[in-house]
């Protein structure tokens, strides 16, 4: 169950630093072990504010953007919209980011991320639906598991010099993801 301070919320520009910052503190901790210590070492704050501004000020009506918050703080947020090119063939909705700060992993947060993507990504008739994470990261894969995704594709993706091996988890029908 979600903690009982925590709001979920249609992100918005004045939401790009902060969930910059909260994107690079997730990738330096949870993929700790998983991915080139010196890719995590050299990820800068601000690495992703540019890309979330830009999104938010361009906002497509196929995307939806979500982020938690608690006091007044991103502690998690979820991307989505028409799947991009490399998906798995009919998968036309896709989750492009779900992060949730190491310290608040465990708390439903993700969970409430998940469904509100999806939720949006259903209203844009955006479904089936896939999203993608580190081939070998346990933790990710048992959730996407736990939710009745299934195992629909890998890739390798290039990423600032390195390669990262990546497993696609498909939902041919949204209902597990948007039920309460």
Do not use: C
């Not at 330096?28 to 210590?37: A, E, F, H, K, Q």
């Not at 029908?173 to 039920?179: E, Y």
């Amino acid at each position: 169950m979600p903690t009982p301070d925590l709001r979920i919320r249609r992100g918005v520009i004045d939401d790009a630093k902060e969930a910059s910052r909260a994107h690079t503190d997730t990738w330096r901790i949870s993929y700790r072990g998983l991915v080139p210590d010196a890719l995590l070492d050299g990820l800068k704050d601000d690495r992703w504010e540019n890309g979330w501004r830009r999104g938010f000020e361009s906002m497509d009506p196929t995307r939806v953007v979500h982020v938690a918050e608690i006091d007044g703080r991103i502690v998690g947020f979820a991307g989505g919209g028409r799947a991009r090119a490399n998906a798995p063939p009919g998968y036309v909705g896709e989750v492009y980011a779900l992060y949730v700060r190491p310290e608040h992993q465990g708390e439903g947060i993700g969970r409430a991320l998940l469904k509100a993507a999806a939720e949006g990504l259903v209203e844009r008739g955006l479904v089936p639906i896939v999203i993608w994470t580190l081939f070998d990261n346990p933790a990710s894969r048992g959730f996407y598991e736990s939710l009745g995704g299934a195992v629909i594709g890998e890739k390798r993706e290039p990423f600032e010099g390195y390669e990262l091996h990546e497993v696609a988890y498909g939902w041919l029908d949204a209902a597990p993801l948007v039920k309460g």
